[in-house]
Structure formats: C-alpha cells, structure tokens
C-alpha cells in the first residue's frame, strides 16, 4: 500500500466510502464524485499505479469484477448503457494514483459523449506508419 494514497486509505477503512462489491482482492465502491448516478469504482486492493503494473492474476480478478458489476449497476439506477475506462497516466486524466475502472452509467438523452471524445487531434497516419505502430508494439510484446 501507499501511506498517502486515497484509495489504500479506504481499502483500509480509513476513509469511509459506500462498497459495492468485495472479493480478497478487489473493491468497488460509488465514486464520491459521480458523473453520473450510479458511477462506480473497481480497484485492486494492493496498490498499483498503471495498468501495466498489476500481475496477470490481479488483472483477470479486476476485471472480472468489472463484468459481474456494470450490468448489476446500470440496473440498480435503470441505466441505458455505461462507459467502461481507465485513465492510465497523468496525461491521460489520472487524478488518483491508483489503478480504477471507472463505469458510469448513461441514460438516453444525458448530453455525455462516448469515450471516443476523450482524445484529442485525430492524427492522419499513412499505411506505413500504422505498420510499424503494429509492429512496435508486437516486438514489445514480444520481447
Ligand atoms: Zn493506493
């Protein structure tokens, strides 16, 4: 855990948050927050701050806990559909060090966008340069 991390502190029950869902390893609780009625968070217990950064274990426990929940959520406020996401890195949005999943509840008609609005300029890459983007990450996959 880290001693000034928010999320440690109420996976230690320091700071109170309303839980939705725990297993040994994960917790949901509603974001203190929300965009949206009903927007929850998933997070790993220990704690970690990238995606990259969690075991294949921990992973498959997170986001398994993320299917059994997004339906059970949206129904529980009678949601239309839900944003699934993870802000990984600052640059990205990340205000909480801490690996969570975000599912936020929408409703026909809400004025939200869809997580395609979260980038920024659309780049015009070429055939070549989506080649070697493909190629880069399979070689670091890879590696
Ligand atoms: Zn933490």
Same mark, same amino acid.
């Not at 965009?35 to 969690?54: C, E, F, M, N, Y």
């Given at each position: 855990?880290? /001693?000034?991390?928010?999320?440690?502190?109420?996976?230690?029950?320091?700071?109170?948050?309303? *839980?939705?869902?725990? *297993?040994?390893?994960?917790? /949901?609780?509603?974001?203190?927050?929300?965009?949206?009625?009903?927007?929850?968070?998933?997070?790993?217990?220990?704690?970690?701050?990238?995606?990259?950064?969690?075991?294949?274990?921990?992973?498959?426990?997170?986001?398994? /806990?993320? *299917?059994?929940?997004? +339906?059970?959520?949206?129904?529980?406020?009678?949601?239309?559909?839900?944003?699934?996401?993870?802000?990984?890195?600052?640059?990205?949005?990340?205000?909480? +060090?801490?690996?969570?999943?975000?599912?936020?509840?929408?409703?026909?008609?809400?004025?939200?966008?869809?997580?395609?609005?979260?980038?920024?300029?659309?780049?015009?890459?070429?055939?070549?340069?989506?080649?070697?983007?493909?190629?880069?990450?399979?070689?670091?996959?890879?590696?």
């Amino acid at each position: 855990m880290s /001693a000034d991390c928010i999320f440690c502190s109420i996976v230690d029950g320091d700071i109170p948050a309303r *839980t939705v869902h725990e *297993t040994d390893d994960v917790l /949901a609780f509603l974001d203190a927050n929300p965009l949206a009625r009903g927007h929850t968070l998933v997070i790993p217990k220990s704690h970690a701050q990238h995606v990259g950064d969690l075991d294949d274990g921990l992973a498959s426990d997170l986001f398994a /806990a993320v *299917t059994e929940l997004t +339906p059970r959520v949206q129904a529980a406020v009678d949601a239309d559909g839900a944003n699934v996401g993870i802000n990984d890195g600052e640059a990205a949005g990340q205000e909480v +060090p801490h690996v969570h999943v975000h599912i936020i509840p929408r409703f026909e008609g809400d004025g939200g966008a869809p997580l395609h609005a979260v980038g920024g300029d659309r780049p015009d890459l070429s055939d070549d340069e989506l080649d070697a983007i493909a190629a880069d990450v399979s070689a670091a996959l890879d590696g």
